[in-house]
């Protein structure tokens, strides 16, 4: 006979954190992922699925070893090779990740001091078959914390017996149910949020090793039977949690993930909570070398319609084919479908 589950004491979880944050400069991320495993046991996990169709954002600023005249390649604009990998929020030293956002607006507050005059480059990425993802930091104290004005995402599920599933990058929000709070590991999972989305930079950087810890804990790990997770998806710290990061693992980026497009920006001005850019150059397509073949200049509408014929431009809901997209008044994406009025035809960007 099997003795029932005990959650563990809320007093004795938070001491064990308390214990290692104390004691960071000491541990190991291995010692800190044995200590936090430990108090896993019986922990549900709400599993969100990232669907195939989803476009992901990465951007990396041009500098003296990223730039257009040494020549960029698609792998430039992918994870890191292992030598060049450094601790980040995800990953430990030498074990890259891909780091990506569902939107573009996040992309320019996660470049560490962006400021007017630097130059990036955006890539935009298509899902091609589905992933799971599990989900770190969406607790209403969290977004509290942070500032977010919008309300903290929760996952819904299809039927009692299925996984549950979020569409990215359009995460429900609306009714708020507190999944943290429903069940006997609620104080584990909000205390792994909360010490997750913690800010970071060089006066306490050693808490790295406690995110990669919590982090590393939910994608290296099985779902069931042979399933993995892709990576872990999680609130934008530096966006105050008004979007949505991922990360995902090389193993499901190499095989499921299609490039659609890179665009050269330069940043024109930077306000507190606000960019203002212009858009340089476009790359869609790649060498036999794995270079980039950058057009020279933005995209644009060739429109030779012949007299007598016009032209009917309509801002649309969502991105384009390309994932590409501007944003309404109201912050929601739009894209312009351009069609000649008498025969239907689309003009596309070229």
């Known amino acids: 006979m099997n003795a029932p589950h005990t959650a563990p004491d809320p007093k004795e979880i938070r001491a064990i954190f308390e214990e290692v944050v104390a004691n960071l400069d000491r541990l190991s991320i291995e010692e800190i992922r044995d200590r936090l495993h430990a108090l896993m046991d019986g922990m549900v996990v709400t599993s969100?699925?990232?669907?195939?169709?989803?476009?992901?954002?990465?951007?990396?600023?041009?500098?003296?070893t990223f730039n257009k005249a040494a020549g960029i390649k698609l792998a430039d604009l992918s994870y890191p090779p292992k030598e060049r990998t450094r601790v980040g929020r995800?990953?430990?030293d030498g074990d890259p990740m891909f780091y990506c956002?569902?939107?573009?607006?996040s992309l320019f507050f996660e470049i560490p001091n962006l400021q007017a005059g630097d130059e990036i480059v955006i890539s935009i990425w298509k899902v091609k078959h589905e992933g799971y993802l599990n989900s770190i930091g969406y607790t209403s104290s969290v977004f509290d914390r942070l500032g977010a004005k919008r309300e903290c995402p929760t996952w819904k599920?299809?039927?009692?017996?299925?996984?549950?599933?979020?569409?990215v990058p359009t995460l429900p929000s609306g009714e708020v149910t507190k999944l943290l709070e429903r069940d006997e590991s609620a104080t584990l999972r909000e205390l792994?949020?909360?010490?997750?989305?913690?800010?970071?930079?060089?006066?306490?950087?050693?808490?790295?090793?406690?995110t990669t810890a919590i982090a590393e804990l939910h994608y290296k790990a099985g779902i069931d039977g042979n399933e993995r997770f892709a990576g872990v998806t999680y609130p934008s710290i530096r966006m105050w949690a008004n979007a949505d990061n991922i990360a995902l693992a090389p193993w499901y980026v190499d095989d499921n993930l299609e490039f659609r497009?890179?665009?050269?920006?330069?940043?024109?001005?930077?306000?507190?909570?606000?960019?203002?850019?212009?858009?340089?150059?476009?790359?869609?397509h790649v060498a036999a070398d794995g270079n980039l073949n950058w057009l020279g200049r933005p995209l644009n509408w060739t429109m030779s319609v012949g007299p007598g014929r016009t032209l009917q431009c309509t801002a649309t809901s969502g991105p384009d084919e390309d994932g590409d997209y501007e944003s309404s008044k109201e912050g929601t994406p739009i894209h312009w479908v351009i069609v000649v009025t008498e025969t239907g035809e689309v003009i596309t960007a070229n």
């Open 261 to 284: 497009k890179a665009i050269h920006l330069r940043i024109d001005k930077r306000d507190e909570q606000r960019f203002s850019f212009t858009s340089l150059d476009c790359a869609r």
């Open 157 to 167: 599920r299809k039927d009692d017996n299925a996984k549950a599933e979020v569409t």
């Open 48 to 64: 969100p699925m990232l669907s195939p169709g989803t476009f992901l954002y990465r951007a990396r600023k041009l500098d003296a």
């Open 192 to 210: 792994m949020s909360e010490y997750f989305s913690r800010h970071v930079d060089e006066t306490n950087a050693m808490l790295y090793k406690l």
């Open 101 to 105: 956002s569902v939107g573009k607006e």
């Open 90 to 92: 995800l990953n430990r």
